[in-house]
């Protein structure tokens, strides 16, 4: 098993998550040692939900999961890179693609694209 | 100025740097307030130095400093994607162009290319 600094950040390390074709990043998560094994052992990108507490494989719910093609760390291996397959095209609890949807022009934020998807419908809520 | 949540992670936020040409992850660093602000106004890649505590222009020891050419932040505000222009090719302390140039492989490491510059030289530690 390959050692994460998990120390450094209090038992949580970020995750950044990139579209293994397109290289766009679709997300940033965090994984403690748990998430970390589960997703090398499953190929199912698994992430700490800071908010629930609790262990998460991304699309659990929305059945959009992540299937991990490439795992990256960095120089300190404090920080995960995985480049994943996302199922069911989009990555964003909103139904965008990208979390990273909003982009900065002159002070203000545009929004780039359109939902692929009603979260509403989605996750019921 | 847009407000980004610095609370949920104690002030810091993590900023994703990809390359605004190739796409490729070059590093991820942290930014408080300040740091948000300075990279705004310069529009150089700012960030906080967790170890040296202190507000970090990137670039401003080895000459390698980011030009930013395009902002992104994320569905809630926690986390900022800057696309830049990388000076000296090399984002890495340790010369490589991509901090994320370790690459998992069957339980081990791999290194993926060759560092860019030598960092002793650059660093005259």
């Not at 050692?3 to 679709?26: H, M, R, W």
């Not at 920080?79 to 909103?94: D, P, R, S, Y």
């Not at 979390?99 to 009603?118: A, E, M, R, W, Y």
Request: some cysteine.
């Amino acid at each position: 098993m390959i050692k994460l600094n998990f120390e450094k950040t209090n038992g949580l390390i970020p995750a950044i998550v990139q579209d293994y074709k397109t290289s766009d990043v679709l997300m940033l998560a965090y994984m403690n040692q748990d998430a970390w094994e589960a997703t090398l052992s499953s190929g199912n990108a698994t992430y700490y939900s800071r908010s629930r507490q609790n262990l998460w494989v991304k699309g659990e719910t929305s059945g959009n999961l992540q299937r991990v093609k490439e795992i990256r760390i960095d120089c300190d291996h404090d920080t995960v890179l995985l480049k994943v397959k996302q199922i069911g095209e989009a990555a964003c609890h909103t139904g965008h693609r990208s979390c990273f949807h909003k982009k900065i022009d002159n002070g203000s934020i545009t929004v780039v694209g359109k939902p692929l998807f009603d979260p509403k419908e989605v996750y019921k809520k």
